[in-house]
């Protein structure tokens, strides 16, 4: 069930940009906040971050595309976590990497769509090339 950075593990379907704000007005917003920045949980978007404070947020620090997608379907919505189809998971996706400005607003989210967004934060991570075991770095 788990997806990683290259898409493996998604499944089928698609999700739009517009679907996906229906859905979140409906199953996110009373969390996130209607724009999803002013909610009582986690700010899911936000704007230049360059001045001030730096705010975490999915646009500017989640390494991977493919992780919204499969943070949504395991613990979303927090009421009732694994209740959405993979069509409202996309859609919801979409949404969330339209409103921070990573895709356009015609993007059509899916399998093989996803694993393509570039992601701001990529480049701050490090991945983790152990072999297994106690190895140091």
Excluded at 1 to 24: C, F, H, N, Q
Excluded at 57 to 81: E, K, L
Aim: glycine share 10%.
């Amino acid at each position: 069930m788990d997806v990683r950075p290259d898409g493996k593990g998604l499944p089928a379907g698609s999700g739009t940009v517009k679907s996906g704000k229906e859905i979140y007005a409906v199953k996110c917003a009373a969390c996130h906040g209607v724009m999803a920045t002013d909610g009582p949980n986690d700010r899911l978007v936000v704007g230049d971050t360059t001045k001030g404070k730096r705010i975490k947020a999915i646009g500017n620090y989640w390494p991977y595309a493919t992780t919204i997608f499969d943070y949504v379907r395991r613990a979303m919505p927090f009421n009732q976590p694994g209740s959405l189809t993979n069509e409202e998971v996309y859609s919801l996706t979409a949404y969330l990497l339209n409103a921070n400005g990573l895709i356009g607003e015609k993007t059509v989210v899916n399998a093989a769509s996803l694993p393509k967004v570039k992601m701001p934060a990529q480049q701050r991570f490090v991945p983790d090339d152990r072999k297994g075991g106690l190895e140091i770095r």
